[in-house]
């Protein structure tokens, strides 16, 4: 079982990455910037704050604290970056430090305690943590995107009233066992 955990957890982050960098391909620099309001997070915002998560909880993941004394949280939500460059150099950074920690795991570290502010967190816990806090913003980057996309939105999933045929073509093979996420990292979007 723990190594399925451990592969399904690599997939979902691959699959949220995916998302991620689907939204950036449809949107233009100056859109990554757009705010609706002084409370609110521009896309670039957002990524500047999963960026600075992701080297925080991820740099050095089983020996130190998840949050550094080096991390400035608060900067992360200000304007702080200045370029699509920037904020997909920051992107990828944070997903390769994740991804990089998270590569050489194994059964054996799951139940090891790590600490996010001074709170011990079970390895698995931690993850979960992560798991639950990124595609929570993701999912405002998506958002963001699809009210922001100059052309007509494309699709990251199963497309709007697609359903029924998606459905009926999933029906139609045998079953079997896969990961939800496998179709979509594997398979370039067709809509």
């Not at 050489?104 to 992560?130: M, S």
Request: hydrophobic share 35%.
């Amino acid at each position: 079982m723990t190594n399925n955990y451990l592969e399904s957890v690599k997939k979902q982050f691959q699959y949220y990455k995916m998302l991620g960098d689907k939204t950036f391909a449809q949107l233009t620099e100056e859109t990554l910037f757009w705010q609706y309001n002084e409370d609110s997070n521009s896309i670039a915002m957002i990524v500047n704050h999963l960026h600075g998560n992701m080297l925080s909880r991820f740099t050095a993941f089983l020996t130190t604290d998840g949050e550094k004394q080096w991390r400035n949280r608060d900067l992360e939500f200000e304007h702080q970056t200045v370029s699509k460059t920037e904020i997909l150099r920051k992107w990828e950074e944070g997903w390769a430090c994740l991804f990089n920690a998270i590569a050489p795991l194994n059964e054996a570290d799951l139940d090891k305690i790590v600490y996010i502010r001074n709170q011990g967190h079970t390895v698995t816990e931690a993850i979960n943590r992560q798991l639950a806090h990124y595609p929570y913003h993701i999912g405002q980057m998506v958002m963001l995107g699809k009210m922001l996309a100059s052309q007509g939105w494309q699709s990251l999933s199963i497309p709007k009233g697609k359903s029924e045929a998606y459905n009926a073509e999933k029906f139609a093979e045998q079953p079997q066992k896969a990961h939800f996420t496998d179709e979509f990292i594997n398979k370039p979007n067709e809509n």
